[in-house]
């Protein structure tokens, strides 16, 4: 079975310190691999994918995340945290013999100032 | 570009009583739909998906149902609410073709509240 998961409920990051959100993957074949972000009572918006190519992909608002097929993980980073980045972030991932794609739980990221 | 709307943005409705939540998308052509139910701000539910009009996939059994009755529109609907049906329902497409994209984009979310 398909599966994503967000191991952290929460992320707590003093503001200017680099922050990550880890995710894994389980998928059948060769995984796409997303990040969306969520602000409360919004729907999620698109932050950035890996589909195939350089490990590291860049998206929004500053955001990175790093493919690693031999751990199946696609962390989100960042290297200087903003209050403003406080939301619930959500990982997600689709196999390529797949049609649904399928989130993780979600991991509320927290900045303090 | 695509744009993806979703009406109402808030919704109260009594136990018992009929739903029905529309949302449509701009801007492509045979999309691929979702429908989500997200309670208490945390993980999303597949409720129902579309690949096509009149093509409907049921993902959890309940009373809600969804209707395509043209290539972008997308209704999820309820004969009779539950006070468990109350949740933040998100509507998202993605494209059909694969190579163009993979990633789903969602809507601005109803908030329905079954009292």
Known sequence: ?113 | SQTIHQWPATLVQPVGSPLSLECTVEGTSNPNLYWYRQAAGRGLQLLFYSVGIGQISSEVPQNLSASRPQDRQFILSSKKLLLSDSGFYLCAWRERTSGKGYEQYFGPGTRLTVT
Request: hydrophobic share 35%.
């Open chain 1, 1 to 113: 079975a398909q599966s994503v998961a967000q191991p952290e409920d929460q992320v707590n990051v003093a503001e200017g310190n680099p922050l990550t959100v880890k995710c894994t993957y389980s998928v059948s074949g060769n995984p796409y691999l997303f990040w969306y972000v969520q602000y409360p009572n919004r729907g999620l918006q698109f932050l950035l994918k890996y589909i195939t190519g350089d490990n590291l992909v860049k998206g929004s608002y500053g955001f990175e995340a790093e493919f690693n097929k031999s751990q199946t993980s696609f962390h989100l980073k960042k290297p200087s945290a903003l209050v403003s980045d406080s939301a619930l972030y959500f990982c997600a991932a689709l196999g390529s013999s797949a049609s649904k794609i399928i989130f993780g739980s979600g991991t509320r990221l927290s900045i303090r100032p």
